[in-house]
């Protein structure tokens, strides 16, 4: 292994119009290394790879590829340096089949036509290589969102790459399906390919990281071996601020049960019974496919419930329509905002107004403009949304201001039970400790909040209760000393919910 980086940035710089989205930045990348970006939301970090990958050019510095200099005029340019890059936004064609896919544009031919058998042959030996459970002659739009994950992964494994970068991988992917992703990875930095690795997931790190580069606002704040360090001072360097002031003192104060499920049978679960009470925070465990989000879709008609009984505020409402569960003072936020939470092409304001005169504002016969406005404002105000914000496209902010947005359309309704599912998935710490002040802010008010998570430390710190689930059972009901890490792991399998 030579002295020489793969990759050398120096004074790496990106401007916009009143914005510098990257400020003089220095980084090497090392071959046969994993080296981990890590910063918040505006970070910076989006910019660097989009530079790296000739999605966009820089407006200072310089780019070395193996000492030499380099200018990337397009994505293509960076490929036939060898950088590959999995962007988090897909560019996959959704009417066309996973092999058309992998091999559009390098497609396997006889004389003049496609050789289809060939392609889907060879398809299927890539993901068979990398360990992905994907129909190679299935319609990308018949796929989950993980498994077009793996198709986006795979295509960037067709090439022949000196540099993958890859952004956010994991944020649709199951348990299994990480675990494969990292030994292809570590199997790939063995090869002696670089591999850029963004990620908010911190516990990832130190099962892949070799070192891990710190962004904050755009700028350069230090490079450290991940042997070296650990996830306490990590947090400090990207928030400047300590890991002990991102999760708020949250005081509970459980008052009367609002919600009560019986029994409850759907897809993926299997007789759950749970309560939920005024003032606290019920946090809801389990790996993916547990069936913690199934549970709360069936609850809210999302999903068809097959047995059981649901009673709100001593009321039965088993089955009832989604809209009428809403009206009775229940709000559901999304895991997949972008699916199911936002609509991406109109503004935040929009997207706010929307559940405003749905909700608390159309409670009158007419709907007033100013007062609309107002109320909007406050909101705003309440998640922390900037007001240079308010008025861009939603598909334009960034992950973590969209979540905002998503926080703010669930306040339009003044709910007496938020059920969060997976609230501060691919979101920063900084944004994270604003959205965990709004919950700890709603549980103080006396409404109950339900926090459904896949980060145990979230849980952990949030909730006064917290319920864990395995194979659509509710395995365990945990309070006070009850509530550790160790307790929680081990229920997630325990498949039989007899431990519950």
């Given at each position: 292994?030579?002295?020489?980086?793969?990759?050398?940035?120096?004074?790496?710089?990106?401007?916009?119009?009143?914005?510098?989205?990257?400020?003089?930045?220095?980084?090497?990348?090392?071959?046969?290394?994993?080296?981990?970006?890590?910063?918040?939301?505006?970070?910076?970090?989006?910019?660097?790879?989009?530079?790296?990958?000739?999605?966009?050019?820089?407006?200072?510095?310089?780019?070395?590829?193996?000492?030499?200099?380099?200018?990337?005029?397009?994505?293509?340019?960076?490929?036939?340096?060898?950088?590959?890059?999995?962007?988090?936004?897909?560019?996959?064609?959704?009417?066309?089949?996973?092999?058309?896919?992998?091999?559009?544009?390098?497609?396997?031919?006889?004389?003049?036509?496609?050789?289809?058998?060939?392609?889907?042959?060879?398809?299927?030996?890539?993901?068979?290589?990398?360990?992905?459970?994907?129909?190679?002659?299935?319609?990308?739009?018949?796929?989950?969102?993980?498994?077009?994950?793996?198709?986006?992964?795979?295509?960037?494994?067709?090439?022949?790459?000196?540099?993958?970068?890859?952004?956010?991988?994991?944020?649709?992917?199951?348990?299994?399906?990480?675990?494969?992703?990292f030994k292809t990875i570590l199997k790939l930095r063995d090869q002696g390919?670089?591999?850029?690795?963004?990620?908010?997931?911190?516990?990832?790190?130190?099962?892949?990281?070799?070192?891990?580069?710190?962004?904050?606002?755009?700028?350069?704040?230090?490079?450290?071996?991940?042997?070296?360090?650990?996830?306490?001072?990590?947090?400090?360097?990207?928030?400047?601020?300590?890991?002990?002031?991102?999760?708020?003192?949250?005081?509970?104060?459980?008052?009367?049960?609002?919600?009560?499920?019986?029994?409850?049978?759907?897809w993926g679960v299997r007789g759950a019974s749970l309560t939920a009470r005024?003032?606290?925070?019920?946090?809801?465990?389990?790996?993916?496919?547990?069936?913690?989000?199934?549970?709360?879709?069936?609850?809210?008609?999302?999903?068809?419930?097959?047995?059981?009984?649901?009673?709100?505020?001593?009321?039965?409402?088993?089955?009832?329509?989604?809209?009428?569960?809403?009206?009775?003072?229940?709000?559901?936020?999304?895991?997949?905002?972008?699916?199911?939470?936002?609509?991406?092409?109109?503004?935040?304001?929009?997207?706010?107004?929307?559940?405003?005169?749905?909700?608390?504002?159309?409670?009158?016969?007419?709907?007033?403009?100013?007062?609309?406005?107002?109320?909007?404002?406050?909101?705003?105000?309440?998640?922390?949304?900037?007001?240079?914000?308010?008025?861009?496209?939603v598909a334009q902010l960034s992950g973590g201001n969209q979540q905002k947005?998503?926080?703010?359309?669930?306040?339009?309704?003044?709910?007496?039970?938020?059920?969060?599912?997976?609230?501060?998935?691919?979101?920063?710490?900084?944004?994270?400790?604003?959205?965990?002040?709004?919950?700890?802010?709603?549980?103080?008010?006396?409404?109950?909040?339900?926090?459904?998570?896949?980060?145990?430390?979230?849980?952990?710190?949030?909730?006064?209760?917290?319920?864990?689930?395995?194979?659509?059972?509710?395995?365990?009901?945990?309070?006070?000393?009850?509530?550790?890490?160790?307790?929680?792991?081990?229920?997630?399998?325990?498949?039989?919910?007899?431990?519950?």
């Amino acid at each position: 292994m030579t002295d020489t980086p793969l990759i050398k940035t120096t004074g790496l710089t990106r401007t916009y119009p009143g914005v510098t989205a990257l400020d003089h930045v220095d980084f090497d990348l090392k071959r046969g290394e994993v080296h981990v970006l890590f910063g918040e939301n505006g970070a910076g970090k989006s910019t660097l790879i989009s530079l790296l990958a000739g999605a966009n050019t820089p407006s200072d510095g310089q780019i070395a590829v193996e000492g030499q200099p380099v200018r990337f005029a397009s994505v293509a340019d960076a490929q036939a340096a060898g950088i590959y890059t999995v962007f988090q936004e897909f560019s996959l064609i959704p009417t066309m089949t996973v092999a058309q896919n992998m091999f559009l544009g390098r497609e396997p031919g006889i004389g003049p036509f496609t050789d289809h058998r060939a392609m889907r042959r060879r398809a299927q030996e890539l993901l068979d290589r990398l360990g992905f459970d994907v129909p190679v002659g299935e319609t990308v739009a018949h796929l989950s969102r993980a498994q077009q994950q793996m198709v986006e992964i795979a295509k960037a494994f067709h090439g022949d790459p000196k540099v993958l970068i890859l952004d956010e991988p994991t944020a649709s992917l199951t348990d299994r399906e990480v675990d494969h992703l990292f030994k292809t990875i570590l199997k790939l930095r063995d090869q002696g390919v670089a591999i850029i690795y963004i990620s908010h997931r911190i516990h990832e790190f130190e099962r892949i990281a070799d070192r891990v580069t710190v962004l904050r606002d755009g700028a350069y704040i230090g490079t450290t071996q991940m042997a070296e360090t650990d996830e306490a001072t990590l947090v400090e360097m990207m928030a400047g601020r300590a890991i002990r002031d991102i999760y708020p003192d949250i005081q509970h104060y459980p008052a009367e049960v609002l919600l009560e499920v019986e029994d409850m049978h759907s897809w993926g679960v299997r007789g759950a019974s749970l309560t939920a009470r005024r003032g606290e925070v019920l946090g809801i465990a389990g790996l993916v496919g547990s069936g913690k989000s199934r549970l709360f879709r069936t609850l809210m008609g999302i999903q068809p419930i097959r047995g059981g009984t649901v009673r709100w505020k001593g009321k039965d409402i088993t089955g009832m329509a989604t809209r009428h569960v809403i009206g009775a003072g229940i709000y559901y936020l999304s895991s997949d905002r972008k699916a199911e939470g936002l609509d991406l092409a109109k503004s935040a304001w929009q997207n706010l107004d929307i559940d405003l005169m749905m909700g608390r504002e159309a409670r009158g016969p007419m709907i007033r403009p100013r007062a609309l406005r107002e109320t909007s404002a406050e909101i705003f105000e309440t998640v922390e949304l900037k007001e240079s914000y308010r008025s861009k496209v939603v598909a334009q902010l960034s992950g973590g201001n969209q979540q905002k947005v998503l926080f703010a359309k669930s306040f339009g309704h003044e709910a007496d039970l938020y059920i969060f599912d997976e609230p501060t998935v691919g979101v920063d710490m900084g944004t994270r400790a604003a959205l965990y002040r709004l919950i700890g802010k709603i549980a103080a008010s006396g409404t109950a909040v339900i926090v459904i998570s896949s980060d145990l430390p979230e849980v952990l710190n949030l909730a006064h209760r917290v319920l864990v689930m395995a194979e659509g059972h509710i395995t365990a009901d945990l309070t006070g000393d009850q509530r550790t890490e160790d307790n929680v792991l081990r229920h997630f399998f325990d498949e039989t919910g007899e431990s519950a």
